[in-house]
């Protein structure tokens, strides 16, 4: 029971403890400072070219190429070991 209440109590102390920098006084709110500039315009991205680089133009394409037909070879090989494995005698 008694240690509950220190469960507690270290709770509610953690809690006031990270309530008391809030408490503190008041903060000047940005709405409250006034802007003795106005605010700088920033130029309009230029859009760029959409020429994708060699890499996904010509790279990807051919190694998706590669790695479907060493797939398709290790299925065959895989099938084809499992048959010389076993045989049926009659």
Same mark, same amino acid.
């Given at each position: 029971m008694r240690s509950i209440v220190v469960f507690i109590l270290l709770g509610l102390l953690a809690v006031g403890g990270s309530a008391a920098p809030a !408490?503190?006084?008041?903060?000047? !709110?940005?709405?409250?400072v006034v802007a003795q500039q106005p605010a700088v315009e920033a130029p309009e991205p230029v859009p760029e070219d959409d020429d994708s680089p060699w890499t996904t133009r010509y790279l990807v394409p051919t190694l998706l190429a590669v790695m479907a037909v060493v797939m398709v070879l290790v299925v065959l090989g895989y099938f084809i070991r499992l048959r010389g494995r076993y045989r049926v005698v009659e």
């Open positions: !408490l503190a006084g008041p903060v000047a !709110l940005q709405s409250d």
